[in-house]
């Protein structure tokens, strides 16, 4: 009997990708800072995806992952074989893995693994001083179908049912990788495979050591589902869970009493390896850790069978979770999106009813939009992504950046748990790696002109993100020597972007915001990273399209900080309506600091500016009909200012009259609206009348 994988193949090259990704990361931090813990995770990363791979018949995968399972295992007895050189070799091990992984998803070619595995081999013995072994496809297939539901694919793992075979040496399933030729690293079966090694515990079982986690999720938390959830998420990664208090299906729906959650957990990571991981989960705090008496328990007869329509009786609790496509939650959101916006125009239809039929429309409208709110919340905390999701990616980065450069380079990273929409996260990826590039690149001396410098040889990038009201700042910041304003004027006026004029008046502030211009670049030399003048054109481009903004300070011979302030979603956003002349436009309330009245021809002026008085300063006023470009109704005598944060301070805004606020949806702008300064995006109110949203200080800016 044939065995179809190809139905497990999208979750084998999910979970494989995460695996191989967290095996890149275990293994920089490793070199950084060697540790028993990160070694056992790296190996517990390759043996998943050799177990995985093999399950799916896959065996150039396995074989290639069995080898670096046997080079990290070198590492684990004696650390001191970890050279730089070792590492640069598992690391490109990884990304060929990589490829291989989505070369199955895709049905493309792939390289020939030979030369690698050639490299993998004679590393081995050196490091073990014997012939390497071969890998067991047949053995690995058999430990990784002992999931909780023979025949289910295990979250650790794709496995294959349990009534089948696995498939033989050569064969494999569709769409798999082909085989080459493999010199020495033969993939033998095995007709009676042999057990896994158990794990080394104090309870003589053979089981990892049971821990008792207690953890109180802070009162304060805005999200104590999502806090929950991720406390789960984080111990799972480390063992295996059992009796968790309440269900996780209520933990996610944030139904946990006093805030409690407990659980026990299988794992060799000990207690000070708990504590460290639920550290790393912010507004969470640990009860207790306590370690668990594991007895030796006689084998449970089998169960009865159960009737053909009876529930399956089954030895540990399923999985709660579920992989989502992010289009099927991009699709999700639209509809609900539209769903709002119905709602509105149903409430603006029943105004025109006479008004004895008014209560019972207004009553169910009013249900309605809370139960259509209430889904799109839970839609939009699904969407919700810690940005560790690109975060995690740049030590990575930052090694082979460093080690083209002949850099030596600590890179921090803090507040990584900090959530913000899909959308958004995966849209920053690139942007941070190349502002990661430039600082590494461009920014940081090499050792010699340090020391010469007075600093350290090892050069500091700081990435921090944290949270301010509306939005997620992140910054990056380096130690470097700083940029050169002087050279970036030139630079620009060289190339026509700017007159003389604009030149002399330039402070060193917006001369450093010109790297974002085309072709605008201060390096000296041209490499394979950076240098070229582009890029930095198009990070900012990508931050704006989100709704966010860039910055750039610098001091030379100091460094320099990239910020970008980056809103939290991209969905629903509150407003407050202004009418200037006929047109109606949308100012974010998270921006609004407040309003007032006042006849415009008795304010103070400065320099041709009105200043309008507020508590005890005096905020610039501009007029809103000059900055849309609209005629103005001139008749009112007292006017309205709408008192806003923009990028310099506090400003004043003229408008004719306020409509008051709504809660609407956000509709991102289509080409060319999109690249006019100002516009954050557009929406429908009830009326069915469209309006623009406004970017305030990019309108002041432009």
């Known amino acids: 009997m044939s065995l179809d994988m190809s139905k497990y193949l999208g979750l084998f090259v999910s979970e494989a990708t995460e695996h191989l990704e967290a095996l890149a990361q275990d293994l920089v931090a490793l070199e950084k800072k060697p540790g028993p813990q990160t070694i056992d995770s790296m190996f517990r990363h390759a043996h998943s995806v050799k177990g995985m791979a093999a399950s799916m018949g896959f065996e150039t995968i396995a074989v290639v992952a069995h080898r670096i399972e046997d080079l990290v295992d070198a590492v684990r007895s004696e650390p001191e074989k970890l050279t730089r050189e070792l590492v640069d070799l598992i690391l490109s091990a990884t990304d060929v893995l990589l490829g ?374 992140v910054e990056i910041e380096d130690d470097g020597q700083g940029m050169d304003a002087g050279r970036l004027k030139a630079k620009a006026l060289e190339r026509g972007l700017i007159t003389q004029e604009q030149l002399t008046r330039m402070t060193d502030r917006e001369a450093f915001m010109l790297a974002c211009l085309p072709g605008v670049s201060t390096a000296k030399d041209v490499t394979d990273i950076s240098g070229r003048g582009v890029g930095m054109d198009a990070v900012k481009r990508t931050v704006e399209n989100v709704g966010g903004s860039l910055e750039i300070e610098s001091e030379r011979g100091r460094g320099t900080r990239f910020t970008l302030r980056l809103p939290l979603t991209v969905a629903v956003v509150q407003l407050l309506l202004v009418q200037v002349g006929n047109e109606i436009v949308g100012l974010p309330i998270a921006k609004v600091l407040g309003a007032l009245e006042a006849e415009p021809d008795k304010l103070s002026r400065s320099r041709d500016r009105a200043l309008l008085p507020y508590g005890t300063t005096l905020l610039p006023v501009h007029s809103m009909a000059e900055l849309i470009g609209v005629p103005s109704d001139n008749t009112a005598r007292t006017r309205p200012f709408v008192v806003m944060e923009g990028d310099a301070g506090k400003v004043a805004l003229q408008v004719d009259r306020l409509l008051g606020q709504e809660e609407v949806v956000l509709k991102a702008l289509s080409r060319p609206l999109d690249l006019v300064p100002g516009l954050s995006g557009v929406t429908i109110l009830g009326t069915g009348r469209p309006i623009f949203i406004l970017d305030v200080p990019r309108l002041l800016a432009a």
């Open 100 to 473: 291989f992984v989505r070369a199955a998803l895709d049905g493309g070619p792939t390289q020939d693994a030979g030369p690698l595995l050639g490299q993998l081999n004679d590393r081995v013995i050196a490091l073990q001083g014997r012939p390497v072994q071969a890998t067991r496809v047949a053995e690995d297939v058999t430990v990784h179908r002992a999931g909780p539901e023979a025949g289910a694919p295990d979250p650790k793992g794709v496995a294959a049912p349990a009534d089948v075979a696995a498939p033989a040496t050569g064969t494999a399933a569709p769409g798999a990788i082909g085989t080459p030729a493999v010199t020495g690293s033969p993939v033998a079966t095995a007709s009676a495979p042999e057990p896994a090694p158990a794990a080394k515990s104090d309870s003589g079982l053979g089981l990892p050591p049971r821990f008792a986690v207690k953890v109180r999720v802070q009162p304060t938390s805005q999200a104590p589902g999502v806090r929950g959830f991720l406390v789960h998420k984080k111990l799972s990664g480390l063992g295996n869970v059992f009796d968790l208090k309440p269900a996780l299906e209520d933990i996610r729906a944030g139904r946990i009493p006093d805030g409690l959650i407990s659980l026990e957990l299988e794992t060799s990571v000990g207690e000070e390896g708990l504590a460290q991981a639920l550290r790393n989960v912010s507004e969470v705090d640990t009860v207790s850790i306590k370690a668990v008496q594991q007895q030796a328990v006689a084998p449970m007869p089998p169960p009865p069978a159960a009737a053909p329509d009876g529930p399956k009786i089954v030895g540990q609790e399923p999985a709660r979770t579920v992989r989502v496509k992010t289009e099927l939650l991009d699709y999700f959101l639209d509809t609900v999106g539209e769903m709002l916006l119905a709602t509105a125009r149903i409430r603006e239809v029943g105004k025109v009813l006479p008004s004895n039929a008014r209560p019972v429309l207004e009553e169910s409208v009013y249900r309605l939009h809370a139960l259509v709110k209430d889904l799109h919340d839970k839609v939009m905390s699904v969407r919700m992504t810690p940005i560790s999701v690109i975060t995690d990616r740049l030590p990575r980065a930052a090694r082979d950046i460093a080690r083209k450069r002949d850099r030596d380079v600590d890179l921090v990273i803090t507040g990584a748990e900090i959530e913000l929409d899909r959308a958004i996260i995966d849209d920053l990826s690139d942007p941070l790696l190349h502002i990661l590039r430039n600082c590494i690149d461009h920014g940081l001396e090499a050792p010699e002109a340090r020391v010469a410098a007075k600093k350290p040889p090892k050069g500091k990038v700081q990435v921090s993100v944290r949270r301010g009201r509306d939005r997620v700042i």
